[in-house]
């Protein structure tokens, strides 16, 4: 089991850049794989990046692709998004999610990840 805890949020104006974190407890999180979703007020959560248990691959929803980067420092059981450019369509609660899994395929749908931290809010100015 894992438990998860997102930091990072905050107000940024358009264009600004923000670097959220997701720390994990336990002693095996270079076994899980890892994501951010975010969920915008009235909308459903929807996914944005996502990682593999070694970082090989990763894979991005189209809006975000060349502004975000997702990574990871397994000796430090943490999960980052770097987001850059960002733009206030961005706004939404950003989560952190993982599943025990150490394959190759990247997951893109809320229900396959079993762990989910409680969220970080960031809020983007025009």
């Known amino acids: 089991q894992v438990q998860l805890v997102e930091s990072g949020g905050g107000l940024v104006q358009a264009g600004g850049s923000l670097r959220l974190s997701c720390a994990a407890s336990?002693?095996?999180?270079?076994?899980?794989?890892m994501a951010w979703f975010r969920q915008a007020p009235g909308k459903e959560r929807e996914f944005v990046a996502a990682?593999?248990?070694?970082?090989?691959?990763?894979y991005y929803t189209d809006s975000v692709k060349g502004r975000f980067t997702i990574s990871r420092n397994n000796a430090k059981n943490t999960l980052y998004l770097q987001m850059n450019s960002l733009k206030p369509e961005d706004t939404a609660n950003y989560y952190c999610?993982?599943?025990?899994?150490?394959?190759?395929?990247?997951?893109?749908?809320?229900?396959?990840?079993?762990?989910w931290g409680q969220g970080t809010q960031v809020t983007v100015s025009s």
């Open positions: 990682i593999t248990w070694s970082g090989g691959r990763t």
């Open positions: 999610a993982a599943r025990f899994y150490d394959g190759t395929v990247v997951v893109v749908t809320t229900v396959w990840y079993d762990y």
């Open positions: 336990g002693r095996t999180f270079a076994s899980y794989a």
